[in-house]
């Protein structure tokens, strides 16, 4: 199966981008990796051996000023969520010009660690699932559909990368932008004004939830269920970015591991990074200092 691997990037993720390319490129069948993000970073995805697209020529009048607009409308104070939001429309967006039948979007903070295929032997697309669950997804997501499309399963679809059907995605942007009851004309300006105010600052949407949870309601058993061994927050136990050493120490406990840089690594296993690694494995160290 051909597709492509798109990533959404910020001037932060160029820190890591490096080795998330190397180990996709290593662990995860593909085509091409194309970036998407501002016009001034087509030549670091060109030095990296990726191919790019500029965000601002995906759909519509999508672009991070239009998002910032809307956020600004609804909460002045959310418009620190703006790259956020726009980050998941470019995901969606990717559909209405990929000419395959999938493309897999990835998180640019996450590291496969271990050979991931996206189909079982007889061509079934994956879902990877976790469980966790954050309510205002689900609000967003009735609002959207008119309570035609509901969370149909207790786990989540969030899992920092994803396999979409550009038939199945194009259909959902569609049902969004025919649903008159929404402000807006394109499916992300009515994502953005159907979100509840209270939820715009932290988080009111989820593409993945969204995604999955349509696809589940309207074309049963076209997926199938996977669940992972995941390490959302990497960077509280690894160095940012993670060397090599570090890396291939986390893969004895995990297949996937996602370094979002939102808390500072543990004092306690920075200084004992050495030990602990020769000690313990990861997944040992995750339960050990998760409880403190």
């Known amino acids: 199966m051909n597709y492509d691997i798109i990533i959404p990037v910020t001037e932060r993720n160029f820190q890591t981008l ?9 662990y995860v069948l593909h085509r091409n990796i194309i970036l998407i993000g501002k016009c001034e970073f ?18 519509g009048k999508l672009d991070y ?3 910032r607009e809307l956020i600004y409308k609804r909460d002045k104070y959310a418009v620190k ?6 980050q998941q429309f470019l995901k969606m967006s990717y559909s209405m010009i990929c000419e395959d039948e999938y493309y897999l979007v990835w998180d640019a903070d996450t590291i496969p660690l271990v050979k ?3 189909f079982d032997d007889k061509g079934v697309p994956f879902f990877d699932v976790k469980e966790e669950y954050h309510r205002p997804y689900f609000t967003t997501l009735n609002r959207l559909f008119n309570a035609t499309v509901k969370k149909s399963n207790s786990y ?28 807006g004309e394109f499916y992300y300006e009515k994502v953005m004004n159907c979100i509840r ?5 932290y988080s009111g949407f989820s593409e993945f939830e969204t995604y999955g949870n349509y696809v589940e309601n309207n074309y049963v058993g076209k997926y199938k269920i996977r669940r992972l061994r995941t390490l959302r927050n990497g960077d509280r136990y690894l160095h940012y970015p993670p060397i090599q050493r570090e890396v291939e120490w986390a893969a004895g406990s995990y297949d996937i591991l996602s370094m979002e840089n939102r808390l500072s690594m543990y004092v306690e296993v920075d ?4 030990e602990l690694m020769k000690d313990y494995t990861l997944e040992e160290v995750v339960k050990t200092y998760s409880k403190l």
Do not use: P
Request: hydrophobic share 35%; glycine share 4%.
């Open 197 to 201: 105010k209270i939820d715009i600052s």
């Open 18 to 26: 490096g080795l998330v390319a190397n180990q996709i490129k290593k």
């Open 271 to 274: 200084k004992r990074m050495n």
């Open 65 to 67: 000023c239009t998002i």
């Open 116 to 118: 991931m295929e996206m």
């Open 81 to 86: 969520r703006t790259g956020w939001y726009l």
């Open 156 to 183: 989540s679809y969030i899992s920092e990368h994803m396999l979409i059907k550009v038939e199945y995605m194009r259909k959902l942007i569609d049902d969004i932008e025919k649903n008159d009851s929404l402000e």
């Open 42 to 59: 087509r030549e670091r995805a060109n030095i990296l051996g990726c191919k790019f697209i500029n965000e601002d020529t995906l759909y």
